[in-house]
């Protein structure tokens, strides 16, 4: 359900990206704390590509794991939203990537 | 010939690029603005009804709901300006739908906006509206161990606010427990216990939301 919205909104930015031309292929980061099911995304895009004029659109995913930045300085990665600091066991953190679906780059036809 | 364009843009960038002229709207009116997220049936409503008694028309309420206009009833009874948005099967509210209405209210004498989202522990979390803080409702009805199991809004919450305190005696949901598990989730968040039944706290948000608006127009 959620990923049928974001397919259709990656949908609109590829093709306000392509500015016309013919859209040959796709590649997505998915980060690990966004909350995106990578096989759901990709089904829906199947749908949602060729709903808004983009036809024959290979998809390619990436997945990008999370960092997180602990205020003792410690960066370390985890696909936990509650990955406690390894260094001081604290969660004084931030989160610094892996909560976005990014839309890494997309390759056109000038023809 | 193909060519290779880095886009390097979140999925959410259009909504993004219509959050960021609502931002500037309120900026420019000069309110503060919360998205209020939660489960259905957790109790925003009846929070921002609590508040509306006490704001009367320096509250403007948008809030989301699959269908109805009953929310928008209840809170102008209570006294609050109120915006219905009926999103007729979608999830979350999204830039746009608040850009829509927006645009048609007088922003005059209003000093805070909460968006107060589609009931959804999920999906909404994700979506920028335009606001300075999202905020977090958890009933205790629902039990203590949401926060880490639906952790995605709770690590984004500027607030908690734990509400229906009153059922505590009836209800298995340890206190401690969800707020320390919040804590892990997000050492920074305020956490308020709050009963829009007996009162209880409501004071303490109030003045929180006080001091939302005084940052806002100092």
């Given at each position: 359900?959620?990923?049928?919205?974001?397919?259709?909104e990656i949908?609109?930015?590829?093709?306000?990206?392509?500015?016309?031309?013919?859209?040959?292929?796709?590649?997505?980061?998915?980060?690990?704390?966004?909350?995106?099911?990578?096989?759901?995304?990709?089904?829906?895009?199947?749908?949602?590509?060729?709903?808004?004029?983009?036809?024959?659109?290979?998809?390619?995913?990436?997945?990008?794991?999370?960092?997180?930045?602990?205020?003792?300085?410690?960066?370390?990665?985890?696909?936990?939203?509650?990955?406690?600091?390894?260094?001081?066991?604290?969660?004084?953190?931030?989160?610094?990537?892996?909560?976005?679906?990014?839309?890494?780059?997309?390759?056109?036809?000038?023809? | 010939?193909?060519?290779?364009?880095?886009?390097?843009?979140?999925?959410?960038?259009?909504?993004?690029?219509?959050?960021?002229?609502?931002?500037?709207?309120?900026?420019?009116?000069?309110?503060?603005?919360?998205?209020?997220?939660?489960?259905?049936?957790?109790?925003?409503?009846?929070?921002?009804?609590?508040?509306?008694?006490?704001?009367?028309?320096?509250?403007?309420?948008?809030?989301?709901?699959?269908?109805?206009?009953?929310?928008?009833?209840?809170?102008?009874?209570?006294?609050?300006?109120?915006?219905?948005?009926?999103?007729?099967?979608?999830?979350?509210?999204?830039a746009n739908?608040?850009?829509?209405?927006?645009?048609?209210?007088?922003?005059?004498?209003?000093?805070?906006?909460?968006?107060?989202?589609?009931?959804?522990?999920?999906?909404?979390?994700?979506?920028?509206?335009?606001?300075?803080?999202?905020?977090?409702?958890?009933?205790?009805?629902?039990?203590?161990?949401?926060?880490?199991?639906?952790?995605?809004?709770?690590?984004?919450?500027?607030?908690?606010?734990?509400?229906?305190?009153?059922?505590?005696p009836y209800?298995?949901?340890?206190?401690?427990?969800?707020?320390?598990?919040?804590?892990?989730?997000?050492?920074?968040?305020?956490?308020?216990?709050?009963?829009?039944?007996?009162?209880?706290?409501?004071?303490?948000?109030?003045?929180?939301?006080?001091?939302?608006?005084?940052?806002?127009?100092?």
């Amino acid at each position: 359900m959620h990923e049928y919205s974001v397919a259709c909104e990656i949908a609109a930015l590829v093709k306000h990206t392509a500015r016309g031309a013919r859209v040959i292929k796709i590649t997505l980061g998915v980060g690990a704390l966004s909350g995106i099911f990578t096989e759901s995304l990709r089904m829906y895009l199947e749908l949602a590509l060729p709903e808004a004029g983009l036809d024959n659109v290979a998809i390619e995913t990436k997945d990008v794991p999370a960092t997180f930045l602990c205020s003792c300085t410690e960066q370390y990665t985890s696909d936990k939203f509650t990955a406690a600091c390894p260094k001081c066991s604290g969660y004084q953190r931030t989160i610094v990537s892996g909560q976005d679906c990014m839309v890494e780059s997309i390759e056109v036809d000038d023809d | 010939m193909t060519e290779k364009i880095r886009v390097a843009k979140n999925a959410h960038a259009l909504n993004d690029l219509v959050a960021q002229q609502n931002r500037r709207l309120f900026k420019d009116a000069g309110i503060a603005v919360v998205n209020i997220i939660s489960s259905p049936g957790s109790g925003k409503t009846s929070i921002l009804e609590a508040l509306g008694k006490r704001m009367g028309h320096s509250l403007l309420v948008i809030t989301g709901d699959i269908q109805t206009q009953l929310d928008k009833e209840r809170l102008e009874a209570a006294g609050a300006l109120a915006i219905q948005i009926e999103t007729r099967g979608s999830c979350h509210l999204t830039a746009n739908m608040i850009h829509s209405v927006v645009k048609h209210q007088s922003l005059s004498g209003v000093k805070l906006l909460v968006i107060e989202n589609v009931g959804n522990l999920v999906c909404p979390s994700s979506y920028d509206l335009g606001e300075d803080d999202k905020i977090a409702v958890l009933s205790v009805a629902e039990g203590d161990e949401k926060p880490i199991k639906y952790p995605s809004l709770f690590i984004r919450a500027a607030a908690v606010i734990i509400n229906k305190i009153d059922l505590l005696p009836y209800v298995t949901f340890d206190v401690s427990r969800a707020e320390s598990d919040i804590r892990k989730l997000n050492a920074r968040a305020e956490i308020f216990r709050v009963s829009c039944t007996s009162g209880q706290g409501i004071g303490d948000l109030a003045s929180y939301f006080d001091r939302l608006t005084s940052a806002v127009q100092a």
